[in-house]
Structures are given as C-alpha cells and as structure tokens.
C-alpha cells in the first residue's frame, strides 16, 4: 500500500525545486554579500553607511515581508514601468527575495572573518614587497575563508530550510507541494511527516559536505 497515495514524486520534484532555489540564492547572495561587505570595508563613510545600513535593515525584517515585498513590490514596479500588470514568476521572486536576506548575512560574516586576520599579517607582507591586492589575495583571503566557513556553512543550510516561505507566493518547492498533497488526501500528518523526512535528508547531506569542508580547511597550507 502506497503510505503517500502517489505523491511522493511529486514531493520529491517539490524537493529538486527547494535544491534549485536555496543554489541559485546562495550563489547570487554570495555575490551580493561580497559587495556589501566591500562596502562595509571601504573607506568611505558614505559606502560604509551604506553597507551597514543594508545588513542592519535587512536582519531586522522578517524574511517573509521581503518574500513580499519582491513578489508584489516587483509587479508594481513592473507595471508603473510598463503601463500593464505583469505577474512576476515566483521562482525568481523566491530566488531574489532569499539571496537579499542571505546576502546581509554573508556580508556580516565575511567582514568578521576579514577583520580577525591580524593587521600585523598585512605589515609583514607589506615589507616583503608584495602589492594591497596579492597580500588580500594570498595572505588574508586564505585565512579569512578559513574563519568564515563554519557560520557560511551553517547560514547556508538555514538558507535551504527558509526556502519553504517561498511556497506562500505559490512556488512549487517542497513545501508547496506538501500542502497540495495534504489538501488532496486528507492526511496532512502523513504528507508533512514525510516532507519533514525529506529537510532532514537534504539538511543532514549539507551538513556532512560542510564537515568535509571544514576537515579540508583544517589542514595545513602548503609552502
């Protein structure tokens, strides 16, 4: 007897849907969060205002108001610019709104990482000729992204579990394809029993990557 009634493919294309969005927003919210913590570092008051000013207002709204707020924010900016409504597609919507939020975090965690690199580090590499741009790159980098990789990682696997907000706008990842199931045989503890099953499966893969990680970091730098 079939437990889920026919809807585990449909979970598990819900779940391939949740991969696909937590990938592309990580990858666009890395971006985004090297640029803010650019920001943050420069030294400009003005930038770093407005790289601190980012982080702050970003953390301190609930990640489903900027689900929102890029969902039907988008629509209205689309159709004062078009003159027709135009339904914004709500993977993108998804993928944007989460690389928004990731992307203050990262920017946080970057520039923490970066500044607990001793100052004294950047002098003697000063004195040993070598340019601002091949000390970042070959003496604070390494050892910053060392710093960084633990709460990067973990941030990230928060990142694929807040993916599930994303169902509220109708995006047909995992979540979303828990409630239809769940409308649709009645049986909600079954289907968000196994969709539970399914976060943990991708959340528990996550983590053993992100410890391979953290062992390959470990070890000592060659040269």
């Known amino acids: 007897m079939d437990t889920l009634h026919g809807f585990g493919g449909q979970l598990l294309l819900g779940a391939l849907v949740t991969l696909q969005l937590a990938a592309a927003a990580l990858l666009l919210g890395t971006l985004l969060g090297a640029g803010i913590c650019a920001l943050q570092l420069s030294g400009r008051r003005a930038l770093q205002a407005l790289g601190n000013g980012y982080a702050a207002v970003v953390r301190g709204i609930p990640d489903l108001l900027i689900v929102f707020a890029v969902f039907f924010g988008g629509s209205l900016t689309l159709a004062a610019l078009t003159g027709r409504y135009v339904e914004i597609d709500t993977f993108v919507a998804g993928v944007v709104a989460l690389a928004l939020s990731f992307g203050a975090y ?91 099953c399914i976060y943990l499966a991708l959340t528990g893969l996550a983590t053993l990557c992100l410890e391979w990680a953290e062992r390959r970091a470990a070890r000592p730098l060659a040269g």
């Open 106 to 196: 990262a920017a946080e965690i970057a520039r923490g990482a970066l500044q607990s690199v001793p100052r004294t580090q950047r002098e003697a590499a000063g004195t040993l000729g070598m340019s601002r741009l091949q000390t970042l790159w070959t003496v604070v980098l390494p050892q910053a992204a060392r710093l960084a990789l633990a709460p990067f990682g973990n941030q990230s696997i928060v990142l694929l579990k807040q993916t599930s907000i994303v169902s509220i706008v109708g995006c047909d990842e995992l979540m979303r394809k828990a409630a239809e199931a769940s409308g649709a045989t009645r049986e909600p503890f079954t289907m968000y029993l196994a969709t539970a």
